[in-house]
């Protein structure tokens, strides 16, 4: 369930009716819930497995497994846990397992 307005409020209520504004809600919704998923796919799903297989690892990649924490993998790879966190443009240290991270040159 997504919530997109209160109609009880009058100005949102009209909105809401709109079959102009529903269609650009309906697409946002959806565009978000796709670039989300193409990000971070499931382990294991089709999405993971045409990610993994439309692109060539560079070498300088690691995928995250369960139990792996930003720090470890900062040590395991030599380089600073910011410098690994800028390189993948991560804002704080939530990793998702199957996501991959860009190791940057130490």
Do not use: C
């Not at 971070?40 to 297989?53: E, H, I, K, M, T």
């Not at 060539?56 to 995250?64: D, T």
């Not at 600073?80 to 991270?101: E, H, S, T």
């Amino acid at each position: 369930m997504i919530e997109v307005g209160f109609i009880s409020n009058p100005d949102e209520e009209r909105r809401l009716r709109d079959p102009v504004h529903q269609s650009g809600l309906s697409q946002a919704i959806f565009s978000g819930l796709r670039d989300h998923f193409q990000r971070y796919p499931p382990p294991a799903s089709l999405l993971a497995w045409q990610r993994d297989n439309q692109r060539q690892p560079s070498g300088n990649e690691y995928r995250i497994q369960s139990g792996d924490t930003l720090s470890a993998i900062a040590v395991r790879h030599g380089v600073p846990v910011n410098q690994l966190k800028q390189a993948n443009d991560l804002n704080g240290d939530v990793i998702r397992v199957g996501q991959v991270l860009q190791i940057p040159r130490s």
